[in-house]
């Protein structure tokens, strides 16, 4: 409310305040309808290995099948889903979804490459009271093994309540579900402390990948966390990576996995199969 703009300036105040309102009204009715009409789609992005560009796990990511605005991005619903608490039934379905999927990947298919399923997993939704519960109904309904799914969570959830999100880690930790910090680097928390946790991976973002080949101290920077990380029994997915020399560069740091465009972008299921064949299959199969 700009100063002196007197009643007008109030009155504009508030009918933005009400469009906003409205807005959000729409937007959470829209979202719990989307839930009801099956509207969300899983896509899949394959996370390799740098050495040989095998392809070793998928991360699901949500998209919105919107019958007339087309196919969403997160970036358009999931902070209204965070806000209206919709993103409890989307990651829940996501959750079984996702394992569902793989499971089909994966059982009597011996020659897959794939391992795991990392599912992003939102603060709240993570919160509710009886997440580790519905984590262990969704795999005994998709008959896939606690091993075959990563959780990625975000650091400011480990940083706040720590003690019943420590308690709930370390209760998927001990069905063998593994978990991993994503966004590493975009947050407060430091690797000591990190490692204090029950966490297995950790996923450096993207700005962090971004100047690797530019900028000499964001090199010694992502070196030094590799190493460190490392020493720390964690393993690192570094995100982002879009060019030849980003993986190089991380291939020769020791960062033993990627994720990014330069590999791959996000791919739907049918996609998948063909791509998580041993390389040296795949060589085999183009002659
Ligand atoms: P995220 O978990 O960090 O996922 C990585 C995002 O970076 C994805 O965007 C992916 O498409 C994009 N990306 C991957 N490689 C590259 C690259 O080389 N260059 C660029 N520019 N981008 C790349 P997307 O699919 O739009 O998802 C955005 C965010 O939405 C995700 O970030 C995640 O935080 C959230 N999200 C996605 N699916 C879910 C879900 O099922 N549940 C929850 N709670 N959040 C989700
Ligand atoms: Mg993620
Ligand atoms: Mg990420
Ligand atoms: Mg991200």
């Known amino acids: 409310l700009a100063k002196g703009s007197g009643k007008s300036g109030w009155r504009r105040y508030q ?24 509207q969300f789609v899983l896509q899949y992005q394959p996370i390799v290995e740098l050495a040989d560009q095998r392809v070793t796990g998928v991360e699901a990511l949500v998209r919105w099948q919107h019958p007339s605005r087309g196919l969403l991005s997160p970036f358009f619903f999931v902070e209204a889903a965070e806000e209206s608490g919709a993103i409890v039934g989307i990651g829940s379905w996501v ?16 020659q897959t490459t794939l391992r795991y399923v990392s599912v992003n997993v939102s603060a709240r939704q993570f919160r509710t009271v009886d997440f580790v519960d519905q ?6 309904e998709s008959g896939a093994r606690p091993q075959w799914l990563l959780l990625e969570i975000t650091e400011s959830l480990v940083l706040r ?12 930790r001990a069905m063998g579900v593994r978990i991993a910090i994503d966004d590493f680097g975009t947050g407060y928390s430091s690797l000591s402390y990190l490692r204090q946790m ?17 900028s000499r101290q964001q090199h010694a920077l992502v070196d030094a ?23 190089a560069a991380l291939d020769a740091m020791g960062c033993r996995y ?30």
Not at 199 to 210: A, E, Y
Not at 225 to 247: P, W
């Open 95 to 110: 959750i079984r979804e996702a394992l569902r999927q793989f499971a089909r990947w994966r059982v009597g298919n011996p």
């Open 258 to 287: 990627g994720q990014g465009y330069h590999f791959a972008k996000p791919l739907w299921p049918a996609d998948i199969p063909a791509l998580a064949v041993a390389p040296s299959a795949r060589q085999e199969a183009t002659v």
């Open 15 to 38: 009918s933005d305040l009400h469009t906003a309102m409205v807005q959000r009204l729409e937007m959470r009715t829209a979202l719990h309808e989307a839930i009801e009409r099956e």
């Open 135 to 140: 984590i262990r109904r969704a795999l005994d």
């Open 161 to 172: 309540d720590a003690e019943k999100v420590l308690a709930d880690l370390k209760a998927l």
């Open 198 to 214: 029950p966490v297995d991976v950790l996923k450096l973002d993207k700005s962090f990948i971004d100047d690797i080949l530019t």
């Open 225 to 247: 966390i590799v190493t460190l990380s490392h020493n720390l029994d964690l393993a690192v997915v570094a995100e982002g990576i879009e060019e030849v020399g980003q993986r």
